[in-house]
């Protein structure tokens, strides 16, 4: 696999986000009802595709990237200085903001949030972030395979 296919990972990252803007976009057609069932929904398959994203090569370079600068600070490791502490206190905060959206207060806009946070928890290189990001990966992974095999990609 070479070009686009290659950098994104396929694209299933690129279906299932696409997907759930598609839905987000759409869903002022249904029952107001249904609405934060709805947004619940996408928040957690825009996580999944961000997941996705974060171990394709373009996440992995951004990933890269930024532990490079980063290690002007004093890297993004466990005691490493000011990076290691925005990195912990960025993903603890992505994390509980995330599942505040997703079990009390469902919003759309949280659903743009959960597509860039697996990047963060990505830069971790231990403790509870790290163990989050190691948790949910392989699920939702699974998840975007599946929806982008539903969806015909």
Do not use: D, K
């Not at 200085?81 to 912990?88: C, E, M, P, Y």
């Not at 994390?95 to 971790?124: E, K, Q």
Request: charged share 5%.
């Amino acid at each position: 696999m070479g070009g686009t296919g290659y950098w994104l990972g396929g694209g299933e990252a690129l279906i299932a986000a696409g997907l759930g803007w598609l839905v987000l976009r759409h869903c002022s057609n249904l029952p107001a009802g249904t609405h934060p069932w709805i947004h619940r929904g996408v928040i957690l398959l825009m996580y999944a595709a961000g997941t996705v994203l974060a171990v394709s090569a373009v996440g992995l370079w951004a990933v890269r990237t930024v532990q490079h600068f980063s290690g002007l600070a004093g890297g993004t490791g466990p005691g490493g200085g000011i990076g290691w502490a925005l990195v912990t206190i960025g993903g603890l905060s992505l994390i509980a903001g995330l599942a505040v959206a997703v079990i009390w207060a469902p919003n759309p806009a949280y659903a743009y949030v959960a597509l860039a946070a697996p990047l963060v928890l990505a830069l971790a290189a231990g403790g509870v972030v790290r163990g989050f990001y190691v948790a949910t990966s392989a699920p939702a992974q699974s998840l975007v395979s599946q929806v982008a095999v539903w969806a015909g990609g």
